[in-house]
Each structure stands twice: as C-alpha cells, then as structure tokens.
C-alpha cells in the first residue's frame, strides 16, 4: 500500500510496530521499495519513510529484540538512518519524509523515555551526517541509537582515568559519513566501534571494512569492535544484559586500545 501509495505522489509513513515485524514484509521492501525508481527506468520515486521500535528491550525475547540494521543496509535505493536523541529523533524525521529516497528510521526501543529541550523553530537533520558528540584526540569512538549513551557513560570514567575520547554518533547507517570519519581518525589514529548490532554481518563489520578501505595508512592500531552475543536475545534479564556491549567493555577496551 505505501509503495502504491507514494508512486501516485503521496509521501506515506510506515510504522512498524515492532521493526522485527518488517521482516514479514522484506521482500516488499527490499524489491518494491528499494529497487522501483531503478526498475521503472526512474519514472517513479518513492518517497517512503519506514520506522519503528527495535533493539533489545526490557526482556522482550528473542523476536522482539532484533536488530535488523544489517538486514536493510545490502538493499540498494535504500537510505537508513538512526536516532538517539529527541533532538535528531524530530529533525530526522522531517528529513525522512521530505527526502525523494526510501528512508528507514531506525528507533530503539529503550530510548522513548528521553526528554530534552528542542528548538521551537524549523529545524532538519541532514540524513547522511554524522555528529560531533565530544571532541578529542586520543581515540575515535564510532556509535549510534542507544549504544551512544553507553559510551557516554564510559566517557565519564575514562576522561576520570585521564583519557581524551572522541565521540561520533554516526547516525547515517547507509550511506557513512566518510567526511567527518575520516576527519576523526586522522586526528586520533585509533578507533573503537560500539554497537548494539550483531557481530557477524553488522554494521560494525560493514563500518570496519569501510574504513580499511579509506583510512587505513592512518591507523596506529587494529580497529576495534564491541558488538551484541551473535546468539538470540535471552528473555531472563540478567543473560539479556549480558549478550549487549555494557559500559565497563567499552572502559576496558578504550584502555587496551590507547595502552
């Protein structure tokens, strides 16, 4: 329907109650959505936005926790960002739906409760831009959705510890900002990715190999990755806490990174 819908001119919003739900719907995403304005010789545009909860939760169990960033980053014509903030939740979201591309608007599902004071004036997020979050010259820490919390809090120990992180949530997961990344890593010659993502196919794997690809001369040291258990979500809480990057990983690994 939405797909039908853009291409008579509307802009529709797809939610996905719970995005491990698209999943029934990824042929329709992957062949309709992404591939249509190629396939109709560009006489079409298809200007879908496709958003909804997803990560691991509060013991949701297995299907309810998945993360399917992966999944959607191979389909071409899609675009596909991450919010982590209400700030970039909104101008994101307005960006999405202005946007001619299929946008998928990836939320977490642990992030809903934020508040944070947000301009009353028009405002847009650009859609393939990542943020600055904190400046620094020892390391460059790579991250995104929920995980940029994480690494906050690790920021706190280890500016206590006398390290100088520097902090990007990259936001746009397909395509990178390969501008401002690559701008970090020529400062700091060291980088540790954190994801909530899955190790074996993810977004950190797909980011490392796209900084190899780049930026490797400036490399001091081997890229490091902090990613989820490649194992189904436990519903027990206390096994769900532990197949997710928590905060003293990121500490211990910023510290065997830097020396």
Not at 52 to 72: C, K, M, N, W
Not at 191 to 214: P, Y
Request: proline share 6%; hydrophobic share 40%; aromatic share 6%.
């Amino acid at each position: 329907m939405a797909v039908g819908a853009a291409m008579t001119g509307l802009r529709p919003i797809v939610e996905g109650m719970n995005m491990g739900f698209l999943l029934l719907a990824y042929n329709q995403i992957s062949n309709n959505c992404g591939m249509l304005h190629y396939t109709s010789g560009g006489q079409f545009t298809i200007p879908v936005v496709i958003r909804g909860p997803g990560g691991v939760g509060r013991q949701l169990g297995a299907e309810h926790s998945q993360r399917l960033e992966s999944y959607f980053q191979s389909v071409p014509g899609l675009q596909m960002v991450a919010c982590s903030t209400p700030y970039n939740a909104k101008g994101l979201m307005k960006a999405a739906i202005r946007s001619e591309n299929p946008v998928i608007l990836c939320e977490h599902v642990l992030l809903y409760n934020l508040k944070e004071r947000i301009p009353d004036e028009e405002y847009v997020c650009c859609l393939e831009r990542a943020e600055l979050v904190r400046p620094g010259k020892d390391v460059t820490i790579l991250t995104y959705s929920r995980m940029r919390h994480h690494v906050l809090q690790a920021a706190k120990s280890l500016i206590n510890k006398g390290y100088d992180p520097e902090i990007i949530d990259i936001i746009s997961l397909k395509p990178f900002d390969l501008h401002t990344i690559g701008n970090s890593i020529k400062k700091t010659h060291k980088v540790l990715i954190v994801e909530e993502c899955m190790r074996t196919g993810g977004i950190g794997a797909s980011l490392r190999a796209s900084i190899m690809d780049n930026f490797w001369d400036y490399l001091d040291a081997p890229i490091m990755c902090l990613s989820s258990q490649d194992v189904p979500t436990p519903y027990a809480g206390t096994l769900e806490e532990a197949t997710v990057v928590q905060p003293p990983q990121i500490v211990k690994a910023i510290k065997q990174l830097c020396g």
